[in-house]
């Protein structure tokens, strides 16, 4: 993370080089040699950085770095500060200008002098590096030595016993199933999922099962970990091979390259049916590294690997054909037969009930994780019955104690490991995550624009900052070190969280690492702060926050308030100000004004005001020249002030709202401006009203946009709106709303769409349906409303190849919609909602071959359950929203119509209509049932819906 650091602090010194920074001769060449010096460091901190968790002097030195980085950041944009101060016009203007060139020039010398402190600084800690130099291999083999260590804990799960495990049955037999079944080629197995949640343990059981025994002939067992050594890894599987064949190994195996073991190896299993367990693989390389050894055969082989890495393990799959088995947590009912196993010396069914409540919340921050269900259950294990005392106290501070209790060493040990091995520059990414609440729902889209302006994502050749910053995204996801907790229709990752106790884990290394301090409701009073926090997050309460967060706030860098439900007031919580603050976030706060404290933020990038009150933005605004994110999503901004466009570096722009009323929303923006096209940066704009002529012109200016809304189009404006779409060639999603539902959007003018398109929505009437659209070989949601279209839509939309999402409402206004076999080869969600005239629905057999939803709603005409819809073999969810009784009832369990068999095969088959002041949900079993009917769902209020409609 100080390489982090060092970057950024490289980054402020470059401008005074550049731009010629008048400094006096002194500064500059002390500024020169801070550089180089810096560069140096950069390089070896990318060595040293990986060795801070087993060396204390290593930790020591990286730290000195961290913070002599951060002071120069910090003094080099005081100064800049100063610079940057606009002095205005006429005599007041020159008297300002005169005042501050003295200022300048005192700056100037304390610049100097500051300077010259941190090289003295800098020089005491080349001395130190030199140090370094001389251990260097020393440490290196001492971390060796831990990882050693670590590996012969691994085998602890290799020696476990069948009565030891719960919840091992089901997984067992569906992995030994992937095993023994499947075609005649070698294919690879890959059990895949987080450090702890026991891919070794499972791995085992399938291995020495009967028969998986009995169906290979040949087997190997090969634990790779991340530190393996090739030639070590090939002479131990070559042992294990000749071993069962009782045949001594050649002397000569020891000498031999790795080119000559993997050829011995190949031959050994040309001819067998094996199964090869590659253990702990951590990275796409060492797979590569491997595979070549193990033979394509046609004996029905399989290789089953263990990793953290999900890219890994699909990767593998799509190579071979083969399969991914995912992990998943024990249910809660088998974590607490563990849980009771582990705690309470072996009884499975006794807990005290005075203990049981915070023993479930104990249970809870593990989340199914096997490992920390049995590690913390040890610990517990030891605690007497009646010191309730001393139970609550491991509840409370779980974090404390995975930090300084012995016995839970192993388990962070397991869970740190995958963030041990991450890259220099993903790791501070990862630290980041620690700013969140618990059980907080993280949006990819937010954090990817939160790391790009703390500066954590580095340039690529070619990509904007977002493109790389979703790439660290993903690398997170794929390593196990995050959790997907809702997609998008489409495939987008929607929401994603992190493990309970890898939160605590990480919590603890970022305030190590002086990554960020957490500011919450019941603040441990003895608690070490920084000295100077750069990053500050605050949970659930202001109160108490300025006694128990007595430390110096000029350096403030970011602001994060997370569930405030109390009216926040910068000034008071900061009276020392935070001049230097690059982020505020103050989301969901009850602010109803602007803050005016933003005023002096010249270093701002990313402000947050969304889900506030906040109606106005002031004319300042357009100070903060280095804004890059605004985003007011969900307040009540109608209007921008002109001066916004002087933010040149804006890139994300989002100032709308949603209202809801029953079951459908209104959208609204902000109010146009003439000339937005100067924003040439943005990347995202949503969504501003095209109420003049001259703003949809703008438009096609903006040639970043990969996101684009726009509200209140006019007929008349469609053919301008077209021209400037045609420009934006790296546009993603595009949302266009008319004035009205009876206003026509008139997009024909449209020639040459984007090519990279992925989301189309457009709402307003349609004489016909855009001719573009079928030429959107990207496009994977589609979303039409008020189109009133005369001719069957699904001819022209049936062909595009990556339609995944397919929602209408009130579209096609005839009576019967065919969708034909062939059609919609990708397609796995489709809504028909308010099809007023609509009789029947024929789907062919061959048409929708990969549909999971199929949503019908208030098609009030439909006569009959859609003719064919038998075919539809994956579909899995059927919902009737708001549709007449008469049609339900042709599909009741009592009447066995032949409409009930046509949808017998889907999985759930329910309706939801309003009733008693609600909305209820029922399931098929239970339409007949009427008045008494069981409920599958009652549905309180319309707000729950609301994500329905979103």
Known sequence: MAAVAVMSALEELTPFFANEVQLMTSSREEAVYVRTELERMKVFLRVADCLEETDEEVRVWVKQIRDVAHDIEDVLDEFSLLLAHNHGDGIYGFLHKLSCCVKNMKARYRLGYEIQGINMRIKRICEGQQRLRQKFRAAQQAASSS???????????????????????????????????????????????????????????VYDD????????????????????????????????????????????????????KKIIKDFLQERRYLIVLDDVWHINDWDAVKYALPTNNCGSRVMLTTRNVDLAFTSRIESEGRVYNMQPLPLEESWKLFCTKTFHGNTNTCPPHLEEICRCILKKCEGLPLAIVAIGGVLAAKDWRRIDEWEMVRRSLGAELEGNDKLKNLKKVLSLSFNDLPCYLKACFLYLSIFPEDHLI?????????????????????????????????????SLMEVVGTTSDGRVKHCRIHDLLREIIIAKS?????????????????????KVRRLSVHNTLQNIQQNWC???????????????????????FPSGFKLLGVLDMRGTPVTKFPIEVVNLYYLKYLSLRDTKV???????????NLETLDLKHAYVTELPSEILNLKNLRHLMVYRYEYESYTHSKFGFKSLEKIGVLQSLQKLCFIEATHV??????????????????????????????????????????????????IIDLQHLNHPPQFLQRVYLTGRLESLPHWITYLHSLVKLYLKWSRLQEDPMVFLQNLPNLVHLELLQVYEGDTLCFMAGGFKKLKQLGLDKFDELRFVEIQEGAMPGIEKLSIQRCKSLQKVPLGIEHL??????????????????????????????????????????????????????????????????????????????
């Not at 500011?519 to 000295?531: D, G, S």
């Not at 949809?696 to 903006?702: A, F, H, I, N, S």
């Not at 509200?711 to 008319?738: M, P, Y």
Request: glycine share 6%; charged share 30%; with cysteine.
């Open 694 to 743: 001259g703003t949809l012109q703008e438009l096609g200016k903006l040639i970043q946009l990969r996101r684009l809304g726009v509200l209140k189009l006019r007929k008349q404006d469609g053919r301008t709106l077209c021209s400037s779409v045609e420009h934006l060639t790296n546009l993603r999603a595009l949302s266009i709303i008319s004035t009205d539902e009876n206003e």
């Open 443 to 479: 949006e990819p889209n937010i954090l990817v624009r939160l790391w790009t302006a703390e500066g954590f994502v580095e340039a690529k050749e070619g990509k904007t900052l977002e493109e790389v910053a979703e790439e660290y995204f993903s690398e997170l996801l794929n390593r």
């Open 551 to 573: 430390v110096n706030s000029s350096q403030l860098r970011s602001l994060f308030m997370f569930g405030i439900v109390e009216k926040p007031c910068l000034h008071a919580l």
């Open 147 to 205: 990882t050693n260590t670590w590996n012969d804990r691994r085998g602890d799960a290799l020696l476990l016993d069948e009565t030891d495990l719960v919840g091992i049955d089901e997984p067992k037999k569906k992995v030994a199933e992937l095993l023994v079944s499947g075609g005649s080629g070698r294919q690879v197995v890959s059990l895949a999922g987080m450090g702890g949640m026991g891919k070794t343990t499972l791995a085992k059981q």
């Open 210 to 261: 009967r028969k998986v025994k009995k169906h290979f002939k040949t087997h190997a067992w090969i634990t790779v970990t991340r530190n393996y050594k090739m030639e070590e890894l090939l002479k131990d599987m070559v042992q294990q091979l000749f071993r069962e064949i009782r045949k001594s190994v050649p002397k000569a195996v020891e000498t031999m390259s790795s080119y000559e073991l």
């Open 511 to 531: 305030r190590e690492h002086n990554i960020a301090a957490i500011a919450k409701e019941h603040v441990n009073q003895n608690a070490i702060w920084p000295e």
């Open 615 to 625: 109606k106005t933005i002031p004319r300042y605004i357009g100070k903060l020249q």
């Open 873 to 950: 073999s994956e579909l899995k969810v059927l919902e009737f929203f708001d549709m007449p009784n008469k049609l339900l009832k042709t599909i009741c369990r009592d009447e066995e119509g032949e409409d009930y068999w046509r949808v017998a095969h889907i999985p759930e088959v329910y309706s939801t209509y309003w009733r008693s002041g609600g909305w209820e949900v029922y399931s098929l079993e239970s339409f007949s049932e009427g008045e008494n009917a069981p409920l599958l769902n009652t549905i309180i209020s319309n707000s729950e819906l609301q994500t329905r409609w979103k």
